[in-house]
């Protein structure tokens, strides 16, 4: 056989190689819903850098929102934004504020079903700031301090004592020098969709927060129904106890059609 012809039948082989192995793996990531993970107050993507690779390493597509926190209203279309540009279905994950935003994108039909990380859960026709006003002041609060524009953002001792005290000290200072501050009126906002209502979820309350009661995160997570779990972290289990946070995400990821 001539060189030329060598070459041809080598180059088709690994042409159909590759087409197979493309298929293959569009096969399998297809088999799982991607996850969009949007962030609370006073954080950003990165608070998800510890779970997010062990959803990796299992397969799963993941895309980690980075809410401009300016508004009700922008962050859900900055949620949005992220599932249509998946290639499927979606499980959508919100923490503390995300809870809000995830519950108002959570209407698109692309979501099959929604995870609460020691997050608010409103109903439509609630803003987020009335969910605690029968509850104790969470002690965190005290913490918060407000700009000349009304953005709200958590004094350092806020941040190491109340919003991720089971934390070192050196993870505070970096978390609390990249703080995403959030405009104080979006908790004043109200909701128009409440998609817990039609998609299943999962709540995981978080038993030593000092930001959301965890008798109100316990509450809510029976208001909507959903699968309960719970850790004895901050508000942050996703960066104290990112197994637990990152297997339920996964429940809700195998659980979904």
Do not use: C
Not at 15 to 34: C, N, R, Y
Not at 52 to 66: D, E, H, S
Not at 96 to 113: F, P, Q, Y
Not at 193 to 210: E, G, I, Q, R
Request: overall charge positive.
């Amino acid at each position: 056989m001539k060189t030329a012809q060598r070459f041809k039948l080598a180059a088709a082989a690994l042409a159909i190689g590759l087409s197979f192995a493309t298929g293959a793996t569009a096969a399998t990531s297809g088999d799982k819903p991607s996850v969009v993970i949007v962030h609370g107050a006073f954080a950003d993507g990165s608070d998800w850098a510890k779970v997010i690779p062990l959803l990796q390493a299992k397969g799963v597509n993941v895309v980690a929102v980075q809410n401009p926190l300016t508004s009700l209203e922008d962050d859900v279309a900055a949620a949005k934004r992220a599932i249509d540009a998946q290639p499927g279905k979606v499980v959508l994950v919100g923490h503390s504020w995300g809870g809000s935003v995830i519950t108002e994108a959570g209407g698109n039909d692309k979501v099959s079903s929604l995870v609460y990380i020691a997050a608010f859960a409103p109903d439509a026709g609630q803003n987020s700031a009335e969910l605690g006003k029968d509850y104790p002041t969470a002690p965190g609060f005290a913490h918060i301090k407000a700009d000349a524009s009304g953005f709200l953002s958590l004094t350092k001792e806020g941040m190491s004592k109340h919003f991720a005290q089971d934390l070192p000290a050196a993870a505070t200072s970096v978390m609390t020098s990249t703080q995403g501050p959030i405009q104080g009126k979006s908790f004043e906002q109200k909701l128009t969709v409440a998609a817990w209502k039609t998609k299943p979820s999962w709540y995981l309350v978080a038993n030593s927060d000092h930001m959301i009661q965890p008798a109100l995160q316990r509450d809510m997570a029976k208001k909507i129904g959903a699968t309960v779990s719970s850790v004895n972290s901050s508000h942050v289990p996703q960066q104290s106890q990112p197994a637990k946070v990152a297997q339920v995400i996964l429940d809700a990821v195998n659980q979904s059609k």
